[in-house]
């Protein structure tokens, strides 16, 4: 089993930045491609950002390309989520997972294990 941890998230004004961290214990060797998913409230959840083990290649949602970062430390087991210019739209609950598989995927049916999640507000 794999436990991930968010933290990082708050309270930001629009136009501000925020980085979300997840770290990985237990079997951390399953945790291999990892990403972030947001969820707002009444609202599915949505695919933001992944990363490969590697880090050789990251696929970022067009709603926060070109704003928010994924990156990740296998020496820290620690996968991180820089966001930029944050908008009130991006409030949501933010949550970290991984799956076992090395590629990465945005569908959430794809991954394996799940942090509880952080929220990140943005006031306008």
């Known amino acids: 089993q794999v436990q991930l941890v968010e933290s990082g998230g708050g309270l930001v004004q629009a136009g501000g930045s925020l980085r979300l961290s997840c770290a990985a214990s237990?079997?951390?060797?399953?945790?291999?491609?990892m990403g972030w998913f947001r969820q707002a409230p009444g609202k599915e959840r949505e695919f933001v950002a992944a990363?490969?083990?590697?880090?050789?290649?990251?696929y970022t949602a067009n709603s926060v390309k070109g704003r928010f970062t994924i990156s990740r430390d296998n020496a820290k087991n620690t996968v991180y989520l820089q966001m930029n210019s944050l908008k009130p739209e991006d409030t949501a609950v933010y949550y970290c997972?991984?799956?076992?598989?090395?590629?990465?995927?945005?569908?959430?049916?794809?991954?394996?294990?799940w942090g509880q999640g952080t929220q990140v507000t943005v006031s306008s």
């Open positions: 997972a991984a799956r076992y598989q090395v590629t990465y995927a945005s569908n959430a049916r794809s991954y394996d294990f």
């Open positions: 237990g079997r951390t060797s399953s945790a291999n491609a």
């Open positions: 990363i490969t083990r590697s880090a050789t290649n990251t």
